[in-house]
């Protein structure tokens, strides 16, 4: 849709971007990109936390993968200087930031460093059950391996004992929608504000 196109279009030929402190004074309801809110009619955001990979389909037509091109479109309307991003599949909290609007790849680019670069501390890895920890270690080992893939061997005897925020996610590493969820951002955080949007994985 032509008005769909030319509202989220790149630029800054927008309106102010908007800080912490003007979210609050102000109170706005921010609009996610349909790309973001998985409400886009022609493209699918396929973005996996793992790799990093961004891509999309038509879901009209599946067997053929598109390009990411809309990354540098703003991540919400109004523009803001910051994202709040938390899940109810992990205890962290990936702030996205930008001093000239939070674009969507702002948010693919600081999910994927925050869960591929963060090791989970040993306290974290601790507070999960032990059926867990053995299948984030396994979901380790499978990621550290040479190749990747499921089938090819892996010795216990070097499994890493370190692990990264993405093994925490297990299989679910590929991005659904980001919403708002004001009752479970107070659950989390204490307190509820504009730019706070939940991440959902695919199952």
Request: proline share 6%.
């Amino acid at each position: 849709m032509a008005d769909s196109v030319g509202k989220w279009a790149a630029g800054a030929s927008y309106g102010p971007v908007l800080s912490q402190t003007d979210l609050y004074l102000l109170n706005p309801e921010l609009e996610i990109n349909p790309i973001l809110a998985n409400s886009h009619g022609s493209f699918h955001l396929v973005f996996n936390l793992a790799t990093g990979h961004t891509g999309g389909f038509n879901h009209d037509a599946r067997d053929r993968d598109l390009a990411f091109t809309a990354k540098e479109e703003p991540a919400t309307l109004p523009r803001v200087e910051q994202l709040i991003i938390i899940t109810q599949l992990s205890p962290w909290c990936t702030v996205v930031k930008n001093p000239s609007g939070v674009t969507m790849n702002d948010v693919c680019t600081k999910l994927w460093e925050d869960y591929s670069n963060q090791i989970v501390t040993e306290a974290e890895f601790n507070s999960l059950p032990p059926r867990i920890q053995e299948h984030v270690k396994r979901t380790a080992a499978h990621n550290n391996q040479s190749g990747g893939g499921w089938g090819m061997y892996y010795s216990p005897a070097v499994a890493p004992n370190r692990y990264k925020r993405v093994d925490w996610l297990r299989e679910r590493v590929f991005f659904e929608t980001l919403r708002r969820n004001d009752q479970y951002a107070i659950s989390r955080l204490g307190f509820k504000a504009p730019n706070i949007f939940v991440m959902d994985l695919l199952n």
